[in-house]
């Protein structure tokens, strides 16, 4: 594999003496459907967007609205589909309805399979119809694509041919393949404010993540030594394959990274100590631990129970992160932008 030139975005850096300003918003999910995050990079007047999921119409309309009124243009230079899912796409239509779209990155499973596949997945065909008959160019999204700025970490194109795309069709395990002893145990635990432990964290070594989620695309961007690493519903095979890839690209993503979007909505099903370790840096010493750097997203829809997710923020916290819990909140991270009046969001941290 071969990455791609980096010309471009190397004279934008050049220009602004190291720094490219950038934001990130994230839009709230409902229980049925994903999110939609918007990303906007560049300098003032040579500004570029693209868009991470379209989740359900309602949360794509108020994407579009956003980059419209806000962003203060007609054109999405990058649509992304993590993957090809009725939850991940059904909001696209919103987009096609109303900007002008430069590419479409999208796995295009019914293009390369030879069996039925599930109803989830042949819905999304219908925004392949829609880039077709607006000519807009579709790409499938494969590790060492460049898109922008981001490099896609995963999922390699012989993974997901070879192991991933003929199991589209397995059931999805009941509670999101976690096992009920699995959840009584996080339930105890937090109850208990075990999570305290400096030391310890009580993360499945593996999962069972549906191979669809695992079949999503990881996105790891640069904005001069600022990144930003979008992981969408990716299971820890899938993290753990990103992570091989951006070691062997030497990609510093624990050094450098600056905004984190937790994968599967941060259930723990979805994240090990290991894979932690690998991706954002091994824990902090304890006397570090009130002072982070780094920002995390948590996409859980409003109502969600906290227990699961107490486990993830208190690893990430260790890890030198505040934990930003969206429950159908709009959250907003950016550097060197123009300032804006948002709503606050909650900080969701661990204990002390």
Request: aromatic share 8%; proline share 7%.
């Amino acid at each position: 594999m071969r990455l791609e030139n980096f010309a471009s975005i190397d004279l934008m850096l050049e220009r602004t003496g190291g720094a490219v300003n950038y934001e990130v918003d994230h839009f709230p999910i409902c229980m049925r459907s994903g999110g939609a995050i918007a990303v906007r990079w560049g300098v003032h007047g040579a500004y570029k967007v693209l868009v991470y999921d379209g989740g359900s119409l309602e949360c794509c309309r108020e994407v579009a609205i956003h980059i419209q009124f806000r962003w203060c243009t007609t054109h999405v230079d990058h649509v992304v589909c993590s993957r090809s899912d009725l939850s991940r796409t059904h909001g696209l239509e919103a987009l096609f309805e109303r900007f002008s779209i430069g590419a479409l990155w999208m796995h295009r499973p019914w293009v390369h399979a030879n069996r039925t596949l599930p109803p989830e997945v042949q819905a999304a065909f219908r925004i392949e119809l829609l880039a077709q008959t607006r000519d807009v160019p579709i790409h499938e999204p494969y590790a060492g694509t460049r898109i922008g700025p981001f490099t896609v970490l995963s999922p390699h194109r012989t993974w997901y041919m070879d192991h991933l795309l003929p199991a589209f069709s397995r059931l999805r395990p009941l509670l999101g393949g976690l096992k009920p002893a699995a959840l009584a145990q996080w339930a105890r635990l937090d109850c208990a404010r075990l999570g305290q432990r400096w030391d310890w964290e009580p993360l499945p070594r593996a999962s069972d993540a549906h191979p669809r989620e695992e079949s999503t695309a990881v996105l790891y961007g640069e904005f001069g030594r600022r990144g930003v690493l979008l992981t969408g519903d990716a299971g820890i095979r899938a993290l753990h394959h990103a992570c091989d890839f951006a070691e062997h690209f030497q990609l510093d993503i624990p050094r450098n990274l600056r905004l984190l979007q937790v994968p599967g909505q941060g259930k723990p099903s979805h994240l090990s100590s290991r894979v932690l370790d690998r991706l954002v840096g091994r824990p902090l010493p304890r006397d570090q631990r009130d002072d982070p750097t780094r920002t995390a997203f948590i996409a859980a829809p409003a109502g969600a129970p906290p227990f699961g997710y107490r486990v993830v923020t208190d690893a990430l916290r260790r890890r030198g992160f505040k934990c930003m819990l969206a429950e159908g909140q709009r959250l907003h991270h950016g550097f060197h932008m123009p300032d804006r009046k948002r709503s606050p969001v909650a900080r969701f941290m661990a204990r002390r």
